[in-house]
């Protein structure tokens, strides 16, 4: 079994793969929904996906493994752990942009794994690598549980996905699940 193969049956055996009309984070809608939580609630899944990744980015030299919160900061300690490095994470602030926290830094120069669970349109991951770039950073790679965006983002730096699984989504004015009369579910807990 391939291991996009194998990471998507934990998906699957852990119920994370939702089917309807979903309000993304981004405003968008979709007939799918990854639900990050629903495989994060199992440590031994997380964990085979987390050293998935690890051993994607063994070669790479990395220092330190960031996520955004909230599912990155699981995503970045679990990483950390396997790779023997530092786990750090970037939160919100009130102007809506990620910031270190909690005494976290990032050295110039230092090389840096960003990880997220489920990319999209990249509005996270590119909020943490600007948390990367104004600490004089290195991004050395990106690694995500499910890749589900529909282009190249263009994140200037290696990317690699557990999934790779392109799922299609509408804005709303042509949303044909919205003209079918579709009930819209908001699942999660960001604010849209």
């Not at 990483?79 to 926290?101: N, P, Y």
Request: hydrophobic content about 40%; glycine content about 10%.
């Amino acid at each position: 079994m391939s291991s996009n193969k194998y990471a998507e049956s934990l998906f699957l055996d852990a119920g994370a793969v939702l089917k309807g009309h979903f309000l993304l984070t981004s405003g968008l809608h979709s007939p799918v929904y990854w639900e990050k939580f629903r495989i994060l609630q199992y440590p031994q899944h997380t964990s085979r996906l987390c050293q998935m990744i690890a051993g994607h980015f063994s070669n790479d030299d990395i220092e330190v493994v960031i996520g955004p919160t909230t599912g990155g900061i699981i995503l970045a300690y679990e990483v950390a752990r396997f790779m023997g490095i530092r786990g750090i994470f970037a939160e919100k602030t009130g102007d809506g942009q990620r910031s270190l926290k909690r005494g976290f830094e990032i050295k110039p120069g230092e090389k840096v794994l960003l990880v997220d669970d489920v990319l999209t349109t990249g509005k996270s991951v590119r909020e943490v690598i600007d948390v990367i770039r104004r600490a004089n950073g290195h991004l050395a790679g990106i690694g995500v549980l499910v890749d589900r965006s529909e282009k190249d983002l263009q994140l200037g730096a290696p990317l690699y996905s557990c999934i790779r699984s392109e799922t299609v989504t509408y804005r709303p004015e042509e949303c044909p699940l919205c003209l079918d009369g579709m009930p819209l579910i908001k699942p999660g807990s960001s604010e849209v």
